[in-house]
């Protein structure tokens, strides 16, 4: 049985819109009056009757047919058959539709962000978008589980009213982004918070940072790497990252961590995987009893660290677990070469970038956020 998008019923003049008359009914030739047909006679003109044909009317389908139908639709042909009518707009924005969404790079004018995400978004991708202000019509939860607002354009208010809006947080990305205390403690409401990327973030004090740090006790994957960070920063941090945390980045502190925060963090993160500290230009040889400690360290990133020389990466490779080494900028292509035939057992200076906590990884053509794929996408540059 099949679904007519316009049923082609004949209808009378009075009923039908001029332009579709116009298309389906063009006007027949006007004939020539005769000199004894000028009488002016009333008559009525016949109504054309509907005839019956196959198929059946949109309006006669069920809610979740059409759901399924919907469910097919591009973001862009979605809003539109949501201004159809009242019925039609209620589907459009039902929950089922909006789990993922993806508006990366794009130009988010005001109120967009205040009408999609309580529609029932769980997935949320949108680095890089200039993201105006949310206008949010209401003050009920998000759904949002996994969010990546990376090196977006928003004011700090309007990043605080959408994550004080976040409570069912799983992954969170706000890399690049300027935040407050504010920020922090909304991010602090996220119990269930597993993977949270915060390199390069700035604005917010050591005691937000405690804070957090000692709400979000299940992370596994953390990455705090080149921020603002003061002696208290790194303090507050080493002494209260999360024991379950097998990932971290804490790269790019060039004058602030020293050996005795190593042998703190080491302490409080035994089961670290992957540990990234490069630039961190106060670490010395001495620190390496203490990764010695890490039964599990398979991946450990030391690049830039000027204190230490590629003799010294020699016993590192007594780590028995060790699988991975990043020493870029401290060895020579002479001394690498000495290396990797020292230690075959270990990639060295193989990947120049972390992938910890970070929701994309790969080339820009990977859509994914976490593994996750997102199904509405805008692909019009313009805004909305």
Request: hydrophobic fraction near 40%.
């Amino acid at each position: 049985m099949g679904v007519s998008v316009l049923k082609k019923e004949k209808l009378g003049s009075e009923n039908t819109p001029q332009e579709l008359l116009v298309s389906l009914y063009p006007p027949q030739k006007r004939q020539k009056v005769k000199e004894k047909d000028k009488d002016f006679v009333i008559a009525r003109r016949p109504r054309l009757l509907r005839e019956p044909e196959s198929g059946i009317s949109w309006d006669a389908l069920p809610d979740e047919l059409l759901l399924g139908i919907f469910a097919y639709l591009p973001l862009t042909d979605l809003l539109k058959v949501s201004q159809i009518c009242k019925r039609w707009q209620r589907l459009a924005f039902d929950e089922s539709l909006w789990q993922t969404l993806d508006l990366t790079g794009k130009n988010l004018l005001p109120g967009v962000i205040g009408q999609l995400l309580p529609v029932g978004v769980t997935v949320f991708r949108c680095p890089r978008s200039c993201i105006g202000k949310p206008l949010f019509k209401n003050n009920r939860p998000l759904r949002v589980q996994h969010m990546d607002m990376s090196n977006c354009t928003i004011n700090v208010a309007d990043l605080h009213t959408i994550l004080c809006r976040c409570d069912q947080l799983q992954n969170l990305s706000l890399e690049g982004l300027v935040l407050s205390d504010d920020v922090i403690r909304s991010i602090a409401q996220n119990s269930s918070l597993v993977r949270l990327n915060l390199s390069g973030c700035s604005e917010f004090s050591a005691e937000a940072l405690e804070m957090m740090l000692i709400s979000c006790s299940g992370l596994e994957e953390l990455n705090l790497s080149w921020c603002d960070f003061t002696t208290d920063h790194i303090k507050a941090a080493v002494n209260h990252i999360s024991t379950n945390v097998t990932q971290l980045n804490f790269s790019g502190y060039r004058q602030n961590l020293h050996i005795s925060d190593i042998k703190t963090l080491v302490t409080r993160c035994p089961y670290l995987i992957e540990l990234d500290l490069s630039d961190s230009a106060m670490l010395k040889p001495e620190c390496f009893q203490y990764f010695h400690q890490l039964i599990c360290l398979q991946h450990l990133s030391l690049s830039r660290c000027y204190q230490i020389s590629p003799a010294d990466l020699l016993e590192l490779g007594e780590i028995p677990t060790l699988k991975t080494l990043q020493a870029f900028g401290i060895v020579t292509d002479n001394s690498l070469q000495l290396l990797k035939e020292t230690l075959p057992h270990i990639k060295i200076n193989c990947s120049h970038f972390t992938t910890i906590a970070r929701p994309t990884v790969g080339s820009k053509k990977n859509k994914e956020i976490w593994g996750i794929k997102c199904r509405l996408t805008l692909r019009n540059p313009s805004g909305l």
